[in-house]
């Protein structure tokens, strides 16, 4: 089994910056693609980044390129989102994501995987 807690989320102003957290742990914790997603009230929740556990390579759905950045520190079993120029659209609950599995279908596998509690990101215009 995987855990994962996700931090970092809270009230900002549009055009602000946010970096989320997400601690894995468990015994198979980070060997999985780890991604991120978000749901706002009433949609679906949908997939914003990904990075593969070995080769570190990213992947961003499009509406977020230049704007967020995922990235890890291994040693510390965390994985992060960098939010730049938020807007009020991003406004969301933000989910962590470990995957159990590892082919080329990333956001499939993570969506079948571990999940953790999410974390609120407000932004007001």
């Known amino acids: 089994q995987v855990q994962l807690v996700e931090s970092g989320g809270g009230l900002v102003q549009a055009g602000d910056t946010l970096r989320l957290s997400c601690v894995a742990s468990?015994?198979?914790?980070?060997?999985?693609?780890m991604g991120w997603f978000r749901q706002a009230a009433g949609k679906e929740r949908e997939f914003l980044a990904a990075i593969h556990p070995l080769s570190g390579r990213t992947y961003y759905t499009d509406f977020v390129k230049g704007r967020f950045t995922i990235s890890r520190d291994v040693a510390r079993n965390t994985v992060y989102l960098q939010m730049n120029n938020l807007k009020p659209e991003d406004t969301a609950a933000y989910y962590c994501a470990q995957s159990q599995n590892i082919d080329a279908n990333y956001e499939r596998r993570l969506r079948e995987g571990y999940w953790g509690q999410g974390t609120q990101v407000t932004v007001s215009s």
């Open positions: 468990g015994r198979t914790s980070m060997r999985g693609y």
